[in-house]
């Protein structure tokens, strides 16, 4: 199993903004995905956390994400404007034991 992490800063003022648009977009995505925001530590960071099986089944999910799928275009519509919200973001990946 692993865990992803897309690790986002934000604007100072933004991070809650980004983590509501992304909230909106995953809804019915059926990706189970959790969006955190910082309490301590760094601030203005949004994260959100996915898992799955392995790393194969990770490159398949991003499959459907080129897909010009309606669902695809509402999740386009949903995070219309979210790169103007953040400064840098990363990407982590863990094994989990």
């Given at each position: 199993?692993?865990?992803v992490h897309e690790?986002?800063?934000?604007k100072?003022?933004?991070?809650?903004?980004l983590?509501?648009k992304f909230?909106e977009?995953?809804?019915?995505?059926g990706?189970p995905?959790?969006?955190?925001?910082?309490?301590?530590?760094?601030?203005?960071r949004v994260?959100?956390?996915?898992?799955?099986e392995?790393?194969?089944a990770?490159e398949?999910?991003?499959?459907k994400?080129k897909?010009?799928?309606e669902a695809?275009?509402?999740?386009e519509?949903?995070?219309?404007?979210y790169q103007d919200?953040y400064?840098?973001?990363?990407r982590?990946?863990?094994q989990?034991?």
């Open positions: 199993m692993i865990q690790i986002f800063v934000c100072p003022g933004n991070a809650s903004k983590a509501k909230k977009a995953m809804t019915g995505s990706e995905v959790t969006i955190l925001t910082d309490m301590t530590g760094q601030y203005n994260i959100m956390v996915s898992q799955y392995n790393l194969s990770y398949k999910n991003w499959e994400y897909a010009d799928t695809m275009k509402k999740m519509a949903a995070m219309a404007g919200m400064l840098t973001g990363s982590e990946i863990y989990i034991w």
